[in-house]
């Protein structure tokens, strides 16, 4: 079955308004920018959007934000976004923050049709205890909170009872792919990709370039065409740096 499609905007066209999206990408490293920019074009708003963070200001993730098209974030930080964070504390935005690895295994159980699991993360703290604040008044007072955690002991050790994450759609973004479905992710742009691709209902993949069926060996195949439904290009010039690090030249004496 040939899964790729002409346009990014034919390939988010039915996201409706209050969809949930799990999103991959970890800061600006593997995010499906071209995608995103498809969905901004779209319109659909009041988006419950799963993903470790929410891009930066002005990038990825950060132009649905701030747009005002996102309602709720699942996340394990804020990040570089200084957008989410004045969302988020004048209630404009509602904020589940998880912790990261938490976060990560969620999807995975959604992807793997796992409702629940324990775990040992955020045992006596407020992930436990409850009272988070998920969103605020414009006064600043908590109009939610999250809740306590079912906590069970196993082998003399207190756990906490996390849920499963399953979403509408999955916006991905791979390195390779071919008319299939089937993705390969470059280094550490494979981040939360596949967990995302997995908990999708329907699974859209951007790939950087896209080839066709049999010419990906099936050992280097990191996640399987079964789990993708619409493949489109990515934009090549869909790339950024989130921080540079690099030293400036040495001088010649």
């Given at each position: ?19 949930v ?47 005002g ?39 995975r ?6 409702p629940?699991?324990f ?39 207190r ?28 280094a ?66």
């Amino acid at each position: 079955m040939d899964k790729v499609l002409d346009s990014p905007a034919v390939a988010v066209a039915d996201v409706p308004d209050g969809a949930v999206l799990a999103v991959g990408g970890f800061g600006l490293c593997g995010i499906p920018s071209t995608l995103i920019g498809a969905l901004v074009d779209a319109g659909a708003t009041g988006l419950r959007v799963v993903s470790n963070n929410c891009g930066v200001d002005d990038w990825g993730l950060g132009l649905l934000l701030r747009a005002g098209r996102i309602a709720r974030m699942t996340s394990s930080y804020v990040g570089e976004n200084k957008e989410f964070a004045r969302q988020y504390l004048s209630g404009e935005l509602e904020v589940e923050l998880t912790p990261q690895g938490t976060l990560a295994e969620r999807l995975r159980a959604g992807g793997a049709g796992i409702p629940a699991f324990f775990t040992p993360a955020g045992v006596g703290t407020q992930v436990e205890e409850g009272g988070l604040p998920w969103r605020y008044a414009a006064d600043g007072s908590v109009v939610l909170a999250s809740p306590p955690k079912e906590v069970r002991e196993f082998g003399g050790r207190r756990y906490l009872l996390e849920e499963a994450i399953t979403a509408d759609f999955a916006l991905v973004r791979a390195e390779v792919a071919d008319r299939h479905g089937n993705c390969v992710f470059h280094a550490a742009a494979r981040n939360f990709n596949p967990l995302c691709a997995t908990a999708g209902r329907v699974t859209l993949v951007e790939a950087d370039r896209i080839v066709e069926p049999g010419e990906l060996a099936p050992d280097a195949v990191h996640l399987p065409g079964v789990y993708v439904d619409r493949v489109v290009p990515a934009d090549p010039a869909d790339r950024r740096i989130e921080r540079r690090t690099v030293r400036p030249a040495r001088q010649e004496v």
